[in-house]
Structure formats: structure tokens, C-alpha cells
């Protein structure tokens, strides 16, 4: 199924087309990834491990882990990393040792209480429902275990962000027609459309029982940090 970018999809067929669209552009993702970030991707992904700040050997679920940025970046500090993604595509281009496992972050195959953490990288946008994501999070990770969500999200200062739409909005589609795939990297942008503001997100957050939620804003993402509280 082809995504289109003009009429953003609810749903299964939200569901599908974003499988299908993973699957298309597996091959060139982390290249056009750096690319349209600058390399900031890599700098992002480090902060966000960080900020969960967990002990090496700490079992982290790389949630939506499209081609294992997140496994391996956890790998490197010592974490015991366990990836998840709907696409096949995307975990056959995967490069990471850790155990990788296809399914859907709404339903995922891991016991109540099992992990000490879970990382997600720039994929809130492109799931169905996020409260039921953050309930299936809640239930999955320990008490007193964290979470770190990295999206792309705009910048808070006007100016930045005005800079920021005309890039994401204008040049990342010609990038990616270059490089990959037009419709997919002029969907990406525009799903940021799905993303609730911060207080409802926030908010989502509390009611699955996660605490400490905090919020740093980045050129062109946001890192959202939790501790599982109830
Ligand atoms: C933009 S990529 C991000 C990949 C990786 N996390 C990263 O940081 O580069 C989004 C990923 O989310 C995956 N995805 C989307 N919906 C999903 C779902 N419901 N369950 C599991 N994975 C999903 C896609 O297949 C894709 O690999």
C-alpha cells in the first residue's frame, strides 16, 4: 500500500502503509538519515541512551527499531538491547547483534515488569495511537525503570522554527526524491501532523502511570525522559 502524503492515513491502513513505506526505503534509510540531519541523528541517539541513565547490563527495548541505531548505541554502553519494528524491510537492513524481533509496539510479545528501559527513535509519529503505546510501555517496563522517546518535532524559538519548516517541509522531500523515495521523505514531515502538543503528550504520559517527564528540545527533535512510577 502507498502512503500518501496528502491525505495522512488513520488506523490499519495507517498501520500498513507505514509498514510498506519502511519496507521501500530500508536500504538507503541511514544514509538519507545523516543526511538530512547532519549527522545530529547520531548525537540525538547518544543523548537519549544517556538520559536513561541505567546500569550496563540493563535490558532496554529499542522500540520501532528500524535498521538498530538504538541497539547499538546501547550495546556500546554496556545495556543489553532487545530491537522491535513492524517493518521486515527495515530489520533485514538492521546492522546490530542484538536479538531482533518483528511485531507491533502495540502489542508487544514481553512480560509485565520484564525490562529496566525502553528507547524509541523518531517513530511516535508513524504509530496508530500513542496512549495505547504508552500503556503497553507502562506495562513492559519495571517500576523505577525509564524511557527515553526521540522524535523530530520543530524548534520553540520563531525564527528557528520558520528556518526549520522551510528545510523539513521543502528541501528533505528533494533530498530524499534524490537519494531514496519523494512521496516517502514528503510523508515524513507532514506526519509530524499526528503529534499532539506537548501538555496533551505530557499528559498521556502521567495517565500510564510514568513520572519525572521532562522535555529537551533540540534543532529539529525533542527527547522525552520518564521513570515508570505506578
Ligand atoms: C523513522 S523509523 C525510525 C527507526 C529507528 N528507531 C531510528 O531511530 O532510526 C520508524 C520505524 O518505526 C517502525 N514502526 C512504525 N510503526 C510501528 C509499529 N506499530 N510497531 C513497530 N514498529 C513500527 C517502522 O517500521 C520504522 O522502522
Known amino acids: 500500500m502507498r502512503i500518501d502524503p496528502e491525505n495522512l492515513p488513520e488506523g490499519d491502513e495507517k498501520r500498513d502503509a ?4 519502511f519496507d521501500s526505503i530500508a536500504g538507503r534509510y541511514d544514509l538519507v538519515n545523516r543526511v538530512i540531519t547532519f549527522g545530529l541523528d ?8 544517556s538520559a536513561l541513565d541505567l546500569n550496563a547490563g540493563s535490558i532496554v527495548l529499542d522500540l520501532a527499531c528500524g535498521t538498530g541505531d538504538f541497539c547499538r548505541e546501547t ?7 532487545i530491537g522491535i519494528d513492524l517493518s521486515m524491510g527495515m530489520l533485514a537492513a538492521a546492522r546490530t547483534d542484538a536479538p531482533l524481533l518483528q511485531g507491533d509496539v502495540l502489542a508487544l510479545p514481553i512480560s509485565d515488569g520484564a525490562v529496566d528501559g525502553a528507547v524509541c527513535g523518531f517513530a511516535l509519529r508513524n504509530l496508530v495511537e500513542l496512549p495505547g503505546f504508552f500503556a503497553e510501555l507502562s506495562r513492559v517496563v519495571r517500576l523505577g525503570g525509564r524511557i527515553s522517546l526521540l522524535d523530530a518535532a520543530e524548534p520553540s524559538n520563531t525564527v528557528l522554527r520558520t528556518g526549520h519548516r522551510v528545510y523539513f517541509q521543502k528541501i528533505v522531500p528533494r533530498i530524499g526524491a ?23 503528550l505530557k499528559g498521556q504520559l502521567s495517565a500510564a502511570g510514568f513520572a519525572d517527564i521532562e522535555r529537551h528540545v533540540f534543532i529539529g527533535a525533542h527527547l522525552i525522559t520518564a521513570t515508570r512510577d505506578r
Open 75 to 81: 550495546s556500546r554502553v554496556g545495556m543489553v538491547p
Open 178 to 200: 534524490l537519494l531514496s523515495d519523494r512521496t516517502a521523505y514528503t510523508y515524513l514531515p507532514r506526519s509530524l501532523a499526528y503529534m499532539p502538543a506537548w501538555p496533551d
Open 18 to 21: 507505514v509498514r510498506s513505506l
Open 42 to 49: 547520531v548525537r540525538w541517539r547518544r543523548r537519549a541512551v
